[in-house]
């Protein structure tokens, strides 16, 4: 059993950043890729980046890539999501999640444990 809890969530300005923390316990950090999804205001959750057991392979969303930056600390079992340069459509609830493969997953339905999330909202 793994529990994840997200938090760092809040309101921005546009082009302004925050950095979003997943707090994991249970099973050992390292031993599962993770990975953030996030779900906006009426429509489905979509993937945001994902990264491996060790950190050493990540993978972005094309809405986000240049923008976000996963990375975890196995040593805290923490995972991160750093958002820079936000904008109004990056608004809504982020989601950390965990999947028991060393290898990076960008499949949602592949996941098997789900933090609460968190919320972000960029004013425009």
């Known amino acids: 059993q793994v529990l994840l809890a997200e938090s760092g969530g809040g309101l921005v300005q546009a082009g302004g950043s925050l950095e979003l923390s997943c707090a994991s316990s249970?099973?050992?950090?390292?031993?599962?890729?993770m990975a953030w999804f996030r779900q906006a205001p009426g429509k489905e959750r979509d993937f945001v980046a994902a990264i491996n057991y060790n950190g050493e392979t990540t993978y972005y969303a094309d809405s986000v890539k240049g923008r976000f930056t996963i990375f975890r600390d196995n040593a805290k079992d923490t995972l991160y999501l750093r958002m820079t340069s936000l904008k109004a459509e990056d608004t809504a609830v982020y989601y950390c999640?965990?999947?028991?493969?060393?290898?990076?997953?960008?499949?949602?339905?592949?996941?098997?444990?789900w933090g609460q999330g968190t919320q972000v909202t960029v004013s425009s």
């Open positions: 999640a965990a999947v028991f493969k060393g290898v990076l997953i960008t499949r949602e339905q592949e996941y098997e444990y």
């Open positions: 249970g099973r050992p950090f390292s031993t599962y890729a």
